[in-house]
């Protein structure tokens, strides 16, 4: 982890077992399929479920300021505390965790590498009672929205139309092409398949080992580097509804370093679905063809 | 309690990639279906056996599998 541009922000799974009765640090499963916790979690670990924890479940966003600082407070969390993130699909809903926080300030959020899969393919211990977090004594006071780290739909249509992005479609190259609309098994809530003109397609699963964690510093430089991404690019990030995206996002400013990459959690559940919106089919072309 | 017997195997279902996790968790065995590429979770399933556990995960993930879409592209 050493050579990445901010190691700090990934701890392993040694480390999480290490600080399992820690004070000062607050371990949180978010998976995909918000049952995977119930099946048996980390000791000490409490669950979010991002469905109903990690959005404003009547308006699509995200949560609001409030709501995270009550979030926060009822998970045991303060200020200062250190929060390491972890979940299932090697840490898609984890990165939206870890992504939130950063919006709303959070000086010291990790994730753990190789996620829930590491965890149990290392054989590591499993509560099956849930844990309860005792809610903090002082309410958890969050910074304004660093929304620098967002890309809201109009950003996204200028950044499109001027080719002032490099924009990066993590999706699987079926849906990129048009093919399917939506990952098997997952609700089709979209009118239109394919991508955003110009966009680049690198599945966010590319930045990772097969045990889950991230690729190595090179690796990932490689990867992204043929696509067009050089340190000082501007960098949207996008899948179907956020989270996956920001998985890339997370690989791409804090692995990787570059300060300028933001995620657009509208994704293609909002562009897919625009009036008008020019959208391209087919195959990814190779990075220098328009 | 530690997780035991962890596996991972990748099978076709009707032309699509699907990524079979199973391990054991006291007596019981644990299987998750998962789409390899989009990642999705298809299948998440419990029995008494490493075999019960896959073969219900399989058929679960095949009934979805069966019902996405694909577009001529």
Known sequence: MANYA???????????????????????????????????????????PWNTHLCDTVVRDILAKS???????????????????????????????LWQMKIYGHKDVRIMDGGRKKWLAEGRPLDTKPTTATPSARKYQASAPDYSIRALLPQVQQAQKSAS???????????FTGEILAPPGLPETCQRGGHIPGARS?????????????????????LYGAEGVKANSQ???????????????FV?????????????????????NLVGAPVERGAAKSAGQS | ????????????????????????????????????????????????????????????????????KRNPV
């Open chain 1, 252 to 272: 791409l400013k804090y692995l990787l370093g570059l300060n300028n990459v933001t995620n657009y959690d509208g994704s293609w559940t909002e562009w897919g």
């Open chain 1, 165 to 175: 992005a490099v924009m990066i479609d993590v999706r699987s190259p079926q849906e």
């Open chain 2, 1 to 68: 309690m530690n997780p035991t017997n962890y596996s991972e195997r990748k099978v076709e279902i009707d032309g699509w990639q699907v990524n079979l996790t199973t391990y054991q968790l006291g007596d019981k065995w644990h299987s998750k279906a998962d789409n390899v590429s989009p990642g999705a979770a298809l299948a998440r399933t419990v029995a008494d056996s490493r075999e019960e556990a896959e073969a219900q995960a399989l058929e679960r993930a095949r009934a979805l599998l069966s019902r996405t």
């Open chain 1, 67 to 97: 709501d995270f600082e009550n979030l926060m407070t009822q998970s045991g969390i303060n200020n200062d505390t250190t929060v390491v993130l972890f979940g299932d699909n090697n840490n898609w809903f984890a990165a939206w965790a």
């Open chain 1, 235 to 249: 960098v949207i990030a996008y899948c179907r509804i956020g989270e996956r995206s920001s998985h890339t996002w």
């Open chain 1, 202 to 222: 690198v599945p966010w699963g590319k930045a990772c080992n097969d045990d889950g964690t991230f690729k190595s510093l090179d690796d990932l430089q490689k």
């Open chain 1, 6 to 48: 901010h190691p700090e922000v990934l701890v392993n799974t040694d480390w999480v077992a290490s600080h399992a009765n820690d004070p000062n640090v607050r371990v949180v499963e978010v998976d995909v399929d918000t049952k995977a916790y119930d099946e048996g979690h980390a000791p000490g670990a409490i669950a979010w």
